[in-house]
């Protein structure tokens, strides 16, 4: 048996093509959606993921404003570029690229933030409005995970989910997405500290793998039938390298790509934030 593959890319162009008709309807209104991002220092990988946001701005329409620092940049300097975003007009939504280089306080950062421009979604107020189901802008890998499996008709009520890692941007976001009411599934959240990471993914009905831990999760873990989403981005030899082993493919009924799955869904619900940040601008 091969898995059915949740395909990313071809979900994401869908949210995308909505979001163009809905970036037109603003600026007939008179106003232009902007994403910005602050990126400090040279990972080559943050590089690539900042460049990839900026074309999915310029294909819905989205201005992009683009704010790059030094490795060295100091505390105050990032400070001053996040004050320029939260007065800048024209920036509807940012994001700051994580991780930071070691020296910055990332908290301090993230607080500073004007939450009603966050476009991740992970600034303390809008987690905070998570935790309480209130209205706020999604953190962009979780909404995209369940999007996802929305789309290719994944039951999410009363399934068992197994998440991996227990990350701030995905996997303990994820965990309480999935267990609103609108969701219903029953998660748990696996990760370094998990006795028998083995036994929790085997009993899994849907399983997500966060934990940047490449091949983490293999064929013999995983339920025939299970669902099964790749966020891992690690680099081996300069090519992604996810945490799902090649041979999941044979026992899983659903499975994303990597890259094509996960990672596209991420950049269009980013993009979907930023829009919305505008939307809500207006009303
Ligand atoms: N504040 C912040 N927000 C983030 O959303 C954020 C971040 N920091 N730091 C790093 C991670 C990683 N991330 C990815 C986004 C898209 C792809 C993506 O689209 N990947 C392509 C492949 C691109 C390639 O070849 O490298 C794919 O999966 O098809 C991957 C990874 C967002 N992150």
Redesign the pocket.
Known sequence: MSAVKLD??ATAAKIKADLTARVTALKERGVVPGLGTVLVGDDP??Q??VA?KHRDCAEVGIASIRVDLPETATQADVEAAIDELNASPSCTGY?????LPKHLDTMALLERMDPAKDA?G?HPVNLGRLVHMVDAPLP??PHGIVLLLQEYGVPLKGADVVVVGRGI?VGRSLGLLLTRRTENATVTLCHTGTADLAAHVRRADIVVAAAGVPGLITADMVKPGAAVLDVG?SRVDGK?AGDVAADVAEVAGFLTP???????M??AL?LSNVVEAAEHALR
């Open positions: 990313g890319k990988g943050s690539i993921y990839g994001i700051v690229q994580l991780p991740d992970l962009c890998t941007t981005v992604i990597n890259p094509g799955g996960v990672g596209p991420t950049r980013l």
